[in-house]
């Protein structure tokens, strides 16, 4: 498919395109993903900043989630606006300093622990998957980022 004869889903879906970035897009979403949420964390609020893009692409996913799918298949891979979404879960609740070291190092280690969580779907992720339409493309990956969250917030309290 020539996604720039795409339609507005794919266009919404694709989250301008990045889903159509080669071989990995989910992490190439999930990776673009990151600038977005250390920014509003910054410039919104540690708490609000995330939890905006995680209401706002958890909305785009369920609304392009039937055009894309018709035009590219069921949960296609290039439908990475709820990769935005679950990635954006990972940090609800993870302070953000102004330490460009801690910063750093927690964003990789919630970007990591989110792409195992939603790359393997593991503790009943991927059942959760089967689930029809839109809420079956969004809701593993907003799993996916709850389970990263509690590892990430582990990692923080107890080992840093």
């Not at 070291?101 to 393997?120: K, Q, W």
């Not at 389970?147 to 080992?159: K, M």
Request: aromatic residues 16%; contains cysteine; glycine residues 10%.
């Amino acid at each position: 498919m020539n996604p720039k004869t795409s339609n507005w889903a794919v266009l919404a879906g694709s989250v301008f395109y990045i889903g159509f970035l080669p071989k990995i897009p989910g992490t190439w979403g999930s990776l673009a993903a990151l600038p977005l949420i250390y920014l509003t964390s910054q410039f919104i609020h540690p708490l609000f900043g995330p939890l905006l893009i995680v209401v706002l692409f958890a909305a785009v996913t369920l609304i392009a989630a039937n055009g894309i799918e018709k035009e590219l298949g069921p949960d296609p891979a290039e439908c990475v606006s709820d990769e935005f979404a679950g990635q954006a879960m990972v940090f609800l609740f993870i302070p953000v300093y102004t330490s460009w070291e801690y910063n750093v190092l927690v964003f990789a280690a919630g970007f990591f622990l989110f792409r195992f969580f939603d790359v393997l779907k593991p503790l009943g992720i991927g059942a959760i998957q089967n689930t029809e339409g839109g809420w079956g493309v969004l809701l593993d990956d907003i799993v996916a980022g709850m389970y990263a969250q509690i590892c990430l917030l582990f990692i923080i309290f107890v080992v840093l």
